[in-house]
C-alpha cells in the first residue's frame, strides 16, 4: 500500500495517519522526495479503505501487491519522466539518445566527442572516468580531474552527463559535475551506494546486473526511491549466459516487461549487450522497436585506438547512421 500525502501535511497529521496504517496490520515507512510524500505500508490484511482515505493530510491511497512498489506502475498513471533542464527529458515519448566513449581519455578527445554529438543533435553524452575494469593493469580512467574537464567542456557545448559512480565516497565529488550518475552492473546490488544515491538529488540510472533478474533490478531502483529519490532510469545492459558468442545477451524481453511492471523510464545499452561493433546497431534497433525510451552507446573517433571497449565502439560514422535510423524507427514505432 502507498499513501501519498498532501503536500501541506502537517507532522500531526501524517503521524496520525502512520499510527492507523499500523493499528490495521502495515508496518510503516515514510519516504520524501523533491517531487513528493509517502508513506509506504507493508502488510496484507484487508480494511476499508475509507479508514484512511478520510483522514486530514490524505492525498490518494494506492493498494500495490508487488514488493517493489515505489517503483511499481500499479499505482501511477503516468509514466515518470526525467527533465535535465534546457529541454532534455527522458522518458516523455521522444526517443532519448545518449553516446560518448567508454573513457574518458583527453581533452581532445572530449572535444571531437562533442562536435559529432552535436552535430547529429544528440544532448547527453555518456563516459567513465572511474572504471571498474576485470584487469587491475587496464586503464581505470582520468578520475574526478578528468571529470571537471569534460563538464567544463560539455557545459559550453549544452550537452548533458552521464557519469558511472563505483562508490559513496564519490558521490559528493562528482555531484556537481554530473546530470545522472549511473550504476554500473557490477554495483547494482551495492546497497549502501544506491542508499547514498537516494539522498544525492541528482537523477540515477541503474544498470542489470550481470546476472540479475528483472525483479532485482526494480528492487535496486526501490532502494534508491525509498531513500528519497524517484528521478530514476532503469537500464537493461545484457546479461550473462552460458551463450560465448556475444559479449553478453541482451534481454530484449526484458523492455517491454519493464515497462509493464514499472513507471519507470527504460533504456538499452546494445554495446554492452551484444560487444560486437558491426551488431550494435541492430541490437539497438530492435531494443527501440521493443519500446525502449532511449539508447545508451559507445562511439570515439578511433575505436581501435579507444583505452577500453574498442571492440563494441562505433566510430562517428558508424554512429551517425545509428542515430538516423534510431529516430527513423522511433518515428515508426509512433504508428504501431
Known amino acids: ?17 502512520a499510527d492507523q496504517m499500523s493499528a490495521l496490520g502495515y508496518k510503516t515507512t515514510r519516504v520524501a522526495t ?3 510524500s509517502y508513506l509506504v505500508g507493508i502488510g496484507s490484511k484487508e480494511f476499508d479503505i475509507r479508514k484512511l482515505g478520510h483522514m486530514e493530510g490524505v492525498a490518494d491511497i494506492h493498494r500495490v501487491s508487488d514488493a517493489y512498489k515505489l517503483v511499481s506502475r500499479k499505482w501511477k498513471v503516468e509514466r515518470t519522466a526525467i527533465d535535465l533542464g534546457d529541454g532534455v527529458v527522458i522518458g516523455n515519448g521522444d ?8 573513457s574518458i581519455e583527453s581533452e581532445e578527445q572530449v572535444a571531437a566527442t562533442l562536435a559529432h554529438l552535436r552535430e547529429n543533435n544528440v544532448r547527453i553524452m555518456r563516459g567513465g572516468v572511474f572504471k571498474p575494469r576485470s584487469s587491475p593493469y587496464a586503464f581505470r580512467g582520468l578520475g574526478i580531474e578528468g571529470l571537471k574537464m569534460w563538464h567544463e567542456q560539455a557545459k559550453k557545448a549544452g550537452v548533458k552527463i552521464i557519469s558511472e559512480v563505483m562508490q559513496v565516497s564519490q558521490i559528493d565529488e562528482m555531484v556537481d559535475y554530473v546530470d545522472i550518475f549511473q550504476v554500473g552492473a557490477r554495483n547494482t546490488q551495492n546497497f549502501n551506494l544506491l542508499d547514498a544515491l537516494g539522498k544525492a538529488g541528482k537523477p540515477v540510472m541503474i544498470k542489470r546486473g550481470i546476472s540479475g533478474t528483472i525483479e532485482e533490478l526494480l528492487y535496486s531502483a526501490e532502494y534508491v526511491f525509498s531513500a ?3 528521478q530514476l532510469i532503469l537500464c537493461e545492459r545484457g546479461i550473462r549466459t552460458y551463450e560465448r558468442a556475444s559479449r553478453n545477451t541482451l534481454d530484449i524481453n526484458a523492455i517491454p516487461i519493464l515497462r509493464e511492471k514499472s513507471h519507470l523510464p527504460v533504456v538499452a545499452d546494445p554495446s554492452h549487450g551484444i560487444g560486437i561493433r558491426e551488431h550494435v546497431e541492430p541490437v539497438a534497433l530492435a531494443a527501440i522497436v521493443a519500446g525502449a525510451d532511449g539508447i545508451i552507446y559507445e562511439t570515439h573517433q578511433s575505436p581501435e585506438e579507444a583505452a577500453s571497449d574498442g571492440q563494441q565502439t562505433l566510430n ?3 554512429s551517425a547512421r545509428l542515430i538516423e535510423k534510431a529516430r527513423k524507427v522511433a518515428a515508426l514505432r509512433q504508428t504501431f
Open 316 to 318: 562517428f560514422g558508424e
Open 228 to 230: 528519497g529519490n524517484e
Open 34 to 36: 523533491g517531487n513528493g
Open 95 to 102: 526517443l532519448s539518445l545518449m553516446a560518448g566513449p567508454c
Open 1 to 17: 500500500m502507498i499513501v501519498q500525502l498532501k503536500k501541506n501535511a502537517s507532522e500531526e497529521q501524517v503521524t496520525a495517519i
